[in-house]
């Protein structure tokens, strides 16, 4: 599910709204998602917030109705600056600058794709390790080897 092509650790945005179209146009163009999925993300995240506060680190992982993905994908990107989002469950405000846009094809893997992501972000050395990839290959060669 991870692709080189989809990682950007230094996106240049002030909101949410803007990181959306930024992913939505990336995931877009690269054929994994269709059109509808920008309005999507926007319907559901405002609903189901995907906001979630670790240990170590706070992350959201929007995602959208699989009708609107082409094919399974895992965006991972960063932002330069925190951007505000809401909590999942009690949509309490938090701040991030850590992505994951999650395109899942097949609702049955959802639930064991968010437990080794829920299970990854909760682990001290994981996080560590995460936080310090400064380049696409190099987050990609470490969500390959940590996560599938």
Do not use: W
């Amino acid at each position: 599910m991870f692709c080189e092509d989809l990682i950007d650790l230094s996106i240049d945005v002030n909101d949410e709204q803007e990181l959306f179209d930024f992913v939505g146009m990336i995931t877009y163009k690269k054929g994994v998602s269709r059109l509808g999925y920008i309005s999507s993300l926007e319907k559901r995240e405002s609903a189901y917030p995907t906001g979630l506060q670790f240990p170590m680190i706070t992350l959201a992982l929007p995602h959208v109705d699989s009708k609107y993905v082409n094919k399974p994908f895992i965006f991972v990107c960063k932002t330069k600056k925190n951007l505000k989002i809401k909590q999942m469950g009690d949509s309490k405000d938090l701040k991030t600058n850590y992505f994951l846009f999650l395109g899942i094809k097949n609702g049955k893997d959802q639930p064991k794709l968010l437990a080794n992501l829920m299970q990854s972000f909760q682990n001290e050395n994981f996080v560590k390790e995460f936080v310090k990839q400064d380049s696409k290959c190099e987050m990609y060669s470490f969500l390959v080897k940590n996560i599938i």
